[in-house]
């Protein structure tokens, strides 16, 4: 005999099942939001345990000992000078049988250009020095050698540097010729105009130089004096103005400003260019009385010895002409350049 539950006893328990059930819902869900999985495998696997009856270690510390290896030192100098030896030989010939139907006259032409430069560098301080000697004659038939070419120049320079590219500097230099130089007024004889230290040029300069590269130098001598000399006191008879020397003496002195610039490279394969230009202003004379030379030398190598050489002068000093004054000289020849 089955007995009646009443209703409302039966609605309170469905509710009470339904809260419990709501209840470990949301505590499952709150255990796979906070929590998550751990593989104890790995970390077993992984873990590292003493072993059973294992021996204590004994930690030592590291020594280190220097050992010395013997080493020979290469055998290298320091070589402070540096040294250039160029020379150059050219020649001009021409001849002509004695029934050449054009005329002309056979003549023979020798020139020479000696060059030695050396160089002592231990930074700061850079010593230059360079002897430069130009020499020529020409022999035409029927007339007797004449002088083409001939200047000697030295140049002594000692800088020290300032920055990178501007040096202070004191220089001395000497200009003059080796040989008799005459003029020849057809059909008078020829006249002696010159000679060795008549005139000759010393020259001491001091001030800023401008070395921005190898092939360029600039130099800025606001100090700068120059001594003209003339030892044979008879040239005047043919020069008057005997190149700014008062009559009677050998000497004259000036004060000056100076500027120079040089220029060496090769301005294409095998040709070579080389030009010094000298800017000479004397303080207490007229502006006329400004000194420019420019001395210019285009090379082009044949081969290892053979060249073909230009050289070319421009001068215009007062004291020595009222006129610029030129010169120039195409020729085929030998170098030799050391090293």
């Not at 021996?55 to 020979?72: A, D, G, K, S």
């Not at 250009?113 to 231990?122: A, L, Q, S, W």
């Not at 060249?307 to 070319?312: A, E, H, P, R, S």
Request: glycine letters at 6%; one cysteine or more; charged letters at 20%.
């Amino acid at each position: 005999m089955i007995k009646k539950v009443p209703a409302l006893i039966i609605i309170g328990l469905c509710l009470a099942t339904a809260a419990i059930a709501q209840t470990d819902s949301v505590k499952t869900d709150s255990a796979k939001v906070d929590t998550f999985k751990v593989d104890t495998n790995l970390i077993n696997r992984y873990r590292i345990e003493p072993r059973k009856n294992a021996l204590p270690l004994r930690i030592r510390p590291m020594q280190l000992q220097p050992e010395y290896i013997p080493v020979n030192m290469p055998d290298y100098e320091i070589k402070r000078w540096r040294k250039w030896f160029t020379v150059a030989i050219n020649f001009n010939q021409s001849a002509f049988s004695s029934n050449w139907a054009s005329g002309g006259v056979s003549a023979v032409a020798v020139g020479t250009n000696i060059i030695y430069r050396t160089e002592y560098n231990k930074s700061p301080f850079i010593y230059t020095a360079e002897v430069n000697f130009l020499y020529g004659r020409s022999k035409n038939k029927g007339q007797g050698a004449r002088k083409t070419n001939d200047r000697i120049f030295i140049d002594n320079k000692l800088s020290t540097k300032l920055s990178q590219n501007w040096y202070l500097f004191g220089s001395l230099s000497l200009e003059s010729q080796v040989d008799k130089g005459f003029q020849y007024p057809d059909p008078n004889p020829p006249i002696l105009i010159s000679k060795f230290m008549s005139p000759g040029y010393i020259t001491e300069s001091f001030g800023l130089e401008y070395k921005p590269s190898r092939f360029f130098d600039l130099r800025i001598g606001t100090g700068t004096a120059r001594q003209t000399l003339v030892l044979d006191t008879t040239i005047y008879r043919t020069q008057p103005g005997n190149y700014g020397v008062p009559i009677g003496k050998t000497i004259r002195n000036e004060l000056a400003f100076q500027a120079i610039a040089l220029f060496d490279k090769d301005i294409m394969q095998n040709l070579h260019l080389n030009w010094r230009y000298a800017l000479f202003i004397p303080y207490g004379r007229p502006i006329a009385y400004t000194n420019h030379r420019l001395d210019a030398t285009l090379l082009a190598r044949v081969n290892k010895l053979i060249n073909v050489t230009i050289n070319g002068t421009v001068l215009y000093n007062k004291d020595t002409s009222n006129d610029i004054q030129a010169t120039e000289g195409l020729a085929l020849g030998i170098l030799y350049k050391f090293p």
